[in-house]
């Protein structure tokens, strides 16, 4: 199971051009809006150092990073969920996704046309938002008729859902995205069946081109602040140039510094997506490699030990678990097993961010 984020926003705002930054895939980029159709799907290695520093340990095994995949999707205009421009297909496209990239333009370039004519950060973020709540509200609308005729039938239950289903769709009818408000436990299931768009974790990513952050940019990050998301900055064409350039990672460092980045796009994205989406790495060493695992918050070692091997949860029998910088500093498992520091962990131990695991199965 991946993780996978869309990269959402109005067309030619440079979600390709992000895209290749992060993916380093030589995606379309043109200056006309619509020019990407087919979304391009691209997988991303997740630099991790704590990765980098277990692999001293063993080094004649394979470093294994974990990764995180990224959808480049066709860009959306108004009244996009009646079908207008790309219409329909992306929003298919977005439901698939675990967290959404907001994509927004802050950049400032002539020869690049903007469908409505002028930047407007806030004008744009309520385009593309309007458009997913008009398509849940239909979602959510079909599923509420459904639901009304139910509860004209024998079931005790259907009264109680109808009326909690009524509640969720008079907030989207609002212009309350789902994620932003508390969800009655009674439609929980329902709701993560139906996969409505605005539930989605969401993250803003703002391009802003050669100049680095600017008045749009802060806008940005003031509606990010009242809708409680993250924002991530990102110079679109300096680090997918830079990254199609570099020919390694010490020369992309380099070209980063000269620009006066610390880190890339990535980087940031990553560790983002990662709090937005409650994921956390643990790390194995088992066979010939030494590797990170993504796994949600709250998992449990035998679902853990599943992403590893699909029998490993049927077939689990305990886990010996090591903390990463209590093996780093003793220097082997060894002295760590010695020390009384492994310890053995049950069906119901729950994985922590930085666990080293030892699965051990039938
Ligand atoms: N000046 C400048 N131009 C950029 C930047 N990022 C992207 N562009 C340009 O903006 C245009 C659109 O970029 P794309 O990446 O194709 O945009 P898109 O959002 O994928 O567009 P659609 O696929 O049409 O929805 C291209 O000409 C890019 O070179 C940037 O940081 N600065
Ligand atoms: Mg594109």
Redesign the pocket.
Known sequence: MGFTCGLV????????????ALCGAGA?????????IEANVGTVAVPDPRLDRLATLYPDKKKVPTHLEFI?I??LVAKASEGEGMGNQFLSEIRSVDAILH?VRC?A?A??AHVSGEIDPVRDIEVVETELLLKDYETLGRVWERLKREAKGADRRAPALLEAWGHLVEKVAQGVPIRSFTIDRGVETLLRETSPLTAKPLLYVV????EGENECSRAVKRIADEHGSEVIVI????E?EILEVAASEEERSIYLQEWGLENTGLEGLIHAGYRALALITFFTFEGPEVRAWTVPKGTTAPKAGAKIHSDFEERFVLAEVMNLEELLATGSEKALREAGHVHRAGHDYVVKDGDVIHFICA
């Open positions: 926003g109005l067309p030619n705002v440079g979600k390709s051009t992000i895209f290749n379309r980029v043109e200056s006309y809006p619509f020019c990407t480049d066709a860009g994509v950049f370039d020869n690049v391009n802003v081109g050669e110079r679109g064409r300096i997918a």
